[in-house]
């Protein structure tokens, strides 16, 4: 019994035959994929290969045409996006997808706010609550300068951690983390992926994300898939799926 | 941190002592200024706070002026009693209209609360047997400790809109006031950070009718009856003007653009018949050249006035 339950929680998430079409124009055919708990997996593709897509059936952001979803051992299949993140899964966009007109701090303790379940308080003044893991978030995401400023004019690098922060307020067991260094420097880069690497060993949590900075896919992931044209099409470590042929033609190719 | 409360209490104490000065008429202009501005402030919850346009609020207005009305004339229920049944009638009739709406956003949303209004509004000018159609209610009298005179009604009016000020202030501080601005800005994220954006949306609908709702039960008492009128949709319109000429990202911008509104109002109908095409005049004016309405300008201006925010000061620790 214990040994089932094991295999059953082994894998986060678990994804079969995922389809997705919008009109006529089908974008993922066929999507089975596994993570494990712990893991660190990346999804490369070259562009419209559905990545976007796949991370926004996941969260529920678009319906899902076929197939199912599993989290930790429940369907989660076409849940509302709320309940879907309450579960467990918190993603950071692509393009960075903040509250603008908020302060930094502001954005960070309003997801801390929502995770805690304090946002149906109409009492309290907001600002007596969730100060202290506001800052620490702030402060590990490298956002501590930048705390007071209105979100809208940050830099493009800093919206980004800014988005990190985000998802991590939700205290998820899954991080879906879409592009999460694009528009940052090298060194920023360097800072954001020690920083998701160093979350993964010191408490558990599974990332999945999609890169198209192959030296950043080959420094963190531990797993790796090509998604092309709706389909995975190569699966293993990166040193594997750098050897695959037809990966290579697909996607790496273009690159070397 | 004490800053900020100051132009508040100015302006309270403004409205305590502006009563012996002016005459009577200007009184009951104080009065309805009062009434309008709670209105008014209620309306922003949604739009300022919220980030949507109900154009059909009145009918929350009225149904709370109804509530207020029909409980007196017919049944003779005390209008301190009135006051908290006219919020729960007003917020219950937004928890079923509200329900609709929230599933809509934008120019959607405006034109779908605005046809509930009318809706409403209807129903009250239809139902001669119980609202008494298009004649309205008479007969509304202030209890009798209020006396017959402007000053007393207005300062009980004064108490009341102060409490739903700082009831709706409160709210706006809140994480629940957070999670609204949350949502004006980007509800997309809201949903991914775990929140049920409709329902909390529904749930602001609801509070911003039962305002509305306080607001309209002190018109009836004060005007000694009610009209269908108050849940038409040109009085949906007065808190959108009254917003966007106070400002809209103030929270006593409503109560500010309530003062110029009415004022102006009782001054230009004194001589001309024409305060519709005056009003208007303004309206294209202030939106015009006062994008953030009458206090965004004043802050702009003089930096002191603008609200230092929370979060700084806890940020600086």
Not at chain 1, 168 to 181: C, H, Q
Not at chain 2, 129 to 153: C, E, H, M, R
């Amino acid at each position: 019994m214990a040994r089932a339950m094991d295999n059953i929680c082994e894998n986060i998430l678990k994804i079969d035959r995922l389809k997705k079409s919008f009109g006529k124009y089908s974008v993922l055919t066929d999507v089975s994929y596994s993570l494990r708990k712990g893991e660190i997996a990346a999804i490369i593709g070259p562009n419209g290969a559905g990545k976007s897509t796949f991370f926004n059936l996941i969260t529920g952001y678009h319906h899902v045409d076929g197939g199912t979803v599993h989290f930790l051992g429940r369907e989660i299949t076409n849940w509302p996006r709320h309940r879907i993140a309450r579960a467990g899964i918190s993603r950071a966009f692509q393009v960075s997808n903040i509250y603008a007109r908020l302060t930094t701090f502001e954005n960070v303790r309003q997801a801390i706010l929502a995770q805690e379940k304090r946002t149906l308080d109409i009492f309290t003044p907001a600002h007596r609550l969730a100060e202290k893991n506001t800052l620490e978030l702030i402060d590990l995401t490298g956002l501590m300068p930048n705390r007071k400023h209105l979100a809208g004019i940050l830099s493009q690098g800093d919206k980004k951690k800014l988005e990190l922060a985000l998802a991590l307020a939700g205290k998820p067991e899954l991080l879906l983390l879409d592009e999460p260094t694009a528009g940052m420097s090298s060194e920023e880069t360097q800072e954001t992926m020690e920083l998701v690497k160093r979350l993964n060993r010191e408490i558990g949590l599974s990332i999945l994300f999609t890169e198209h900075d192959i030296s950043v896919i080959f420094g963190y992931a531990h797993k790796l898939s090509v998604l092309y044209q709706g389909m995975v099409i190569a699966e293993g470590t990166p040193e594997e799926v750098r050897k695959n042929e037809e990966a290579q033609q697909c996607y790496l190719g273009e690159e070397v | 941190m004490k800053n900020k409360y100051l132009f508040p209490v100015a302006l309270f104490l403004l409205a305590i002592a502006l009563p012996y000065i002016v005459p009577e008429f200007w009184v009951h202009v104080l009065t309805e200024i009062l009434i309008m501005g709670l209105f008014a402030a209620s309306f922003n919850m949604v739009f300022g706070y919220m980030g949507q346009l109900t154009f059909g609020h009145a009918a929350y207005y009225g149904v709370g002026a109804y509530t207020t009305g029909l409980l007196m004339v017919k049944a003779n229920v005390p209008l301190l009693l009135c006051l908290p049944l006219s919020m729960l009638s007003a917020g219950l009739c937004a928890a079923v209209l509200g329900y609709f709406c929230v599933k809509l956003r934008g120019i959607y949303f405006a034109i779908l609360t605005m046809a509930f209004g009318q809706l409403v509004y209807y129903i009250i000018f239809q139902w001669y047997s119980f609202t008494g159609g298009d004649n309205g209610l008479q007969g509304i009298v202030p209890p009798a400790f209020l006396g017959k005179a402007a000053n007393p009604y207005y300062f009980f009016t004064l108490i009341v809109v102060a409490i739903g000020m700082i009831a709706l202030w409160i709210i706006s501080e809140s994480p629940f006031g957070y999670t609204m601005r949350a949502i004006r800005d980007n509800a997309e994220r809201t949903e991914f950070i775990g929140i049920n954006v409709q329902r909390y949306m529904h749930l602001n609908f609801i509070i911003a009718a039962m305002f509305a709702g306080l607001a309209g039960a002190l018109w009836g008492p004060f005007n000694r009856s009610v009209a269908p009128d108050l849940c038409n949709w040109q009085h949906s319109g007065m808190p959108v003007f009254m917003t966007v000429m106070g400002g809209p990202f103030n929270f006593l911008g409503p109560l500010i653009g309530s003062a110029i509104y009415t004022m102006l109002m009782a001054f230009v109908t004194s001589f001309t018949e024409y305060w519709p095409m005056v009003s208007g005049i303004i309206i294209i004016l202030v939106v015009l050249l006062l994008p953030g309405g009458l206090l965004g300008l004043l802050e702009d201006k003089f930096p002191f006035l603008r609200r230092k925010d929370d979060s700084e000061k806890g940020a600086e620790e």
